[in-house]
């Protein structure tokens, strides 16, 4: 049975970026899924209109729609209204693609034509999986985001290749729940998510990525991060059943009407 792929582009203040993404998508790659999601969380720069412009020149083969968050909720909220997106939408699985070009959509092409994915739950890009290749990337942050995949491979007790990364395979049976709802809406919200698949021993598969940079500005404050991080996972393993409270708690802001629509284009769907 062929599956129903949707693929999520958040972006926040990248509008040279986003039309180098775009521009990943030949026929072939936009025909593997059925609609692409591009988010702006809100940018000051003219994302939205580069993104437009790109999509109405590129994406013939796939349905197209460009939202706009009312404010800016964090990377963390874009994907919750993605999740969300996807599940009332019925689709299968949910891809993410960062738009600010640092990954490449082949590397997830390449699971989901050896249909790998369907085997998981999630399966997770990885920059430091053998194999993968890194380009422009600092040997600070190497050596930073190396120290916290050991970390979290000594708690978990199984080898973890990444923490946060941006290119990313989800089932969308996974979200029905919502469990994610009051995860942070900040940058550790896809630690939050991968300490609870470990946490609830939900499978997960590591693949090598492509990743580069070169004029990406990162909204991530190096050190402020790391150290949040770690207390992150010194919390979880002390206490692991703070997951449990998290996700039963009631304090979740999401919003129905929390973005407009921008864009939206049919394309021309390989049945």
């Avoid at 582009?9 to 072939?28: A, G, L, M, T, Y």
Wanted: hydrophobic residues 40%; glycine residues 4%.
């Amino acid at each position: 049975m062929k599956q129903k792929i949707m693929l999520f582009i958040p972006v926040f203040n990248c509008e040279k970026q986003i039309v180098r993404v775009i521009k990943q998508f030949s026929k072939s790659e936009q025909q593997k899924f059925v609609e692409i999601i591009i988010i702006d969380n809100n940018s000051r720069d003219k994302t939205i209109i580069a993104a437009e412009q790109a999509a109405r020149k590129i994406l013939q083969f796939c349905n197209i729609k460009i939202l706009k968050n009312k404010e800016n909720y964090g990377l963390g909220g874009s994907i919750k209204l993605a999740f969300n997106y996807a599940i009332s939408k019925n689709y299968n699985y949910m891809v993410t693609l960062h738009g600010d070009d640092q990954a490449n959509i082949l590397d997830a092409i390449k699971i989901i034509q050896s249909k790998v994915f369907l085997k998981y739950d999630m399966c997770i890009g990885a920059r430091f999986s053998r194999g993968s290749l890194l380009n422009g990337y600092s040997k600070i942050r190497i050596i930073g985001n190396k120290v916290l995949n050991f970390l979290l491979s000594k708690i978990a007790k199984r080898r973890i290749d990444d923490l946060v990364a941006g290119l990313n395979i989800y089932n969308v049976d996974l979200l029905r729940s919502k469990f994610y709802y009051n995860f942070p809406d900040d940058l550790t919200f896809d630690v939050h998510f991968l300490l609870y698949m470990i946490y609830k021993k939900k499978k997960f598969y590591f693949f090598p990525l492509t990743w580069r940079e070169f004029d990406q500005v990162s909204n991530a404050k190096v050190l402020q991060q790391a150290f949040v991080i770690i207390k992150l996972l010194i919390k979880y393993f002390y206490n692991k059943d703070f997951l449990n409270k998290l996700i039963s708690s009631d304090n979740c802001k999401m919003q129905k009407d929390a973005y407009d629509v921008v864009f939206t284009k049919r394309g021309k769907l390989n049945d």
